[in-house]
């Protein structure tokens, strides 16, 4: 197992843990670090870039509890580079997909980002992408015809900042939409074994250390529940924060914030509930006839988690029929013959 001793000397550093009392986050980390020897896999491993983000996502996870997580929840996986993406996105493409762990990285560009997802393309696994963020530009290089990539999400983006290319593939949940109806976010991030969290989404009196200096955006709370949803997602195999320049973050506000995203994405595992194999005879199926339309559509309710799925009314390609996640709002509004336009955009092809 691969740790930084750069990282496990900021946590072993640090005061004796105290005893009677729930253990921090940091203490959770120094205890994993401590286990060389141990059977058991973590169930997430957590990254950082730049020595001084890691130093203070050190002392902001002393401040949050780790009262509510197994012992075994996250390990401190230690610090990346800032280049030379190849060599070791390899190593976190095998935590993935031999050790089953979930990837944390704090502070990654959008380089990392892609440079972990040509491991899934060169290893011919689709994935989809969900990109919190302010605009497509995070999202400005990727390929479009990459074939494996089989959904790109945008989330909290803002209209006046939209001056970059749409992607042909590109479904958007702008600021004000999610604002009026978070649950619409909860499909995308349901659907995406890629998250990445963009600072510039979060305003500026949330998140000063940011680039971008919004004066408006996601809300510290409305950011927390995001990475909650994420958390809670059977899918997810990686969420990425990015880069903030701890020189402007005196107080430590955006560090605080960036552990504070990591512990709700941590609660939001430890609280998911599963639907193993998503078999349609598990599940209890609805029939909706749309009326423009020359056919039925079908929906799906999982009765052991609540969650909503439609079937993707393609029958030429060889990705049809597959269950997309969608929200109760999204069924009530087919039924009513108001189909939401990206139910729409799949029906008419």
Same mark, same amino acid.
Not at 113 to 124: D, F, G, N, V
Not at 294 to 316: A, C, I, M, Q
């Given at each position: 197992?691969?740790?930084?001793? !750069?990282?496990?000397?900021?946590?072993?550093?640090? !005061?004796?843990?105290?005893?009677?009392?729930?253990?921090?986050?940091?203490? &959770?980390? &120094?205890?994993? *670090?401590?286990?060389?020897?141990?059977?058991?896999?973590?169930?997430?491993?957590?990254?950082?870039?730049?020595?001084?983000?890691?130093?203070?996502?050190? +002392?902001?996870?002393?401040?949050?509890?780790?009262?509510?997580?197994?012992?075994?929840?996250?390990?401190?996986?230690? +610090?990346?580079?800032?280049?030379?993406?190849?060599? %070791?996105?390899?190593?976190?493409?095998?935590? =993935?997909?031999?050790?089953?762990?979930?990837?944390?990285?704090?502070?990654?560009?959008?380089? #990392?980002?892609?440079?972990?997802?040509?491991?899934?393309? +060169?290893?011919?696994?689709?994935?989809?992408?969900?990109?919190?963020?302010?605009?497509?530009?995070?999202?400005?290089?990727?390929?479009?015809?990459?074939? =494996?990539?089989?959904?790109?999400?945008?989330?909290?983006?803002?209209?006046?900042?939209?001056?970059?290319?749409? $992607?042909?593939?590109?479904?958007? /949940?702008?600021?004000?939409?999610?604002?009026?109806?978070?649950?619409?976010?909860?499909?995308?991030?349901?659907?995406?074994?890629? *998250?990445?969290?963009?600072?510039?989404?979060?305003?500026?009196?949330?998140?000063?250390?940011?680039?971008?200096?919004?004066?408006?955006?996601?809300?510290?709370?409305?950011?927390?529940?995001?990475?909650?949803?994420?958390?809670?997602?059977?899918?997810?195999?990686?969420?990425?924060?990015?880069?903030?320049?701890? &020189?402007?973050?005196?107080?430590?506000?955006?560090?605080?914030? &960036?552990?504070? $995203? %990591?512990?709700? %994405?941590?609660?939001?595992?430890?609280?998911?509930?599963?639907?193993?194999?998503?078999?349609?005879?598990?599940?209890?199926?609805?029939?909706?006839?749309?009326?423009?339309?020359?056919? *039925?559509?079908?929906?799906?309710?999982?009765?052991?988690?609540? !969650? #909503?799925? %439609?079937?993707?009314?393609?029958?030429?390609?060889?990705?049809?029929?597959?269950?997309?996640?969608?929200?109760?709002?999204?069924?009530?509004?087919?039924?009513?013959?108001? /189909?939401?336009?990206?139910?729409?955009?799949?029906?008419?092809?």
């Amino acid at each position: 197992m691969y740790f930084c001793c !750069k990282c496990i000397d900021m946590f072993t550093q640090h !005061k004796p843990i105290p005893s009677g009392r729930p253990l921090s986050l940091a203490a &959770v980390l &120094v205890q994993q *670090v401590a286990k060389y020897d141990q059977n058991e896999i973590p169930e997430c491993a957590l990254f950082h870039l730049y020595p001084a983000i890691g130093a203070a996502l050190t +002392e902001a996870f002393g401040q949050l509890t780790a009262q509510h997580f197994s012992h075994n929840a996250l390990e401190w996986g230690g +610090e990346l580079p800032s280049e030379d993406y190849a060599s %070791f996105s390899g190593n976190l493409f095998r935590r =993935m997909s031999e050790s089953g762990q979930t990837l944390l990285i704090a502070g990654a560009g959008t380089d #990392w980002l892609r440079s972990i997802q040509q491991q899934w393309a +060169e290893h011919c696994i689709p994935y989809r992408l969900t990109a919190i963020a302010d605009s497509p530009a995070p999202l400005a290089d990727d390929v479009p015809d990459n074939p =494996m990539v089989k959904g790109i999400h945008l989330v909290g983006s803002q209209r006046q900042l939209m001056q970059y290319p749409t $992607l042909p593939q590109l479904e958007t /949940i702008r600021l004000g939409e999610y604002r009026a109806q978070p649950n619409l976010a909860e499909p995308f991030l349901r659907s995406s074994e890629f *998250v990445y969290f963009d600072l510039n989404a979060i305003r500026f009196s949330d998140c000063p250390a940011n680039a971008a200096k919004h004066p408006g955006g996601l809300t510290a709370e409305e950011a927390s529940a995001l990475a909650r949803v994420a958390g809670m997602s059977e899918r997810t195999q990686c969420m990425f924060i990015s880069a903030w320049n701890p &020189v402007e973050d005196p107080h430590l506000v955006t560090a605080r914030l &960036v552990a504070q $995203l %990591f512990w709700y %994405f941590l609660e939001g595992r430890t609280l998911r509930q599963l639907d193993h194999g998503l078999h349609r005879s598990h599940l209890t199926q609805y029939q909706v006839q749309l009326m423009n339309f020359d056919r *039925v559509l079908n929906f799906y309710k999982s009765e052991h988690t609540g !969650k #909503w799925w %439609f079937e993707e009314p393609l029958s030429d390609n060889d990705f049809s029929n597959q269950l997309i996640p969608c929200t109760l709002d999204e069924y009530q509004l087919a039924a009513q013959d108001q /189909i939401p336009r990206r139910i729409l955009d799949r029906i008419s092809g």
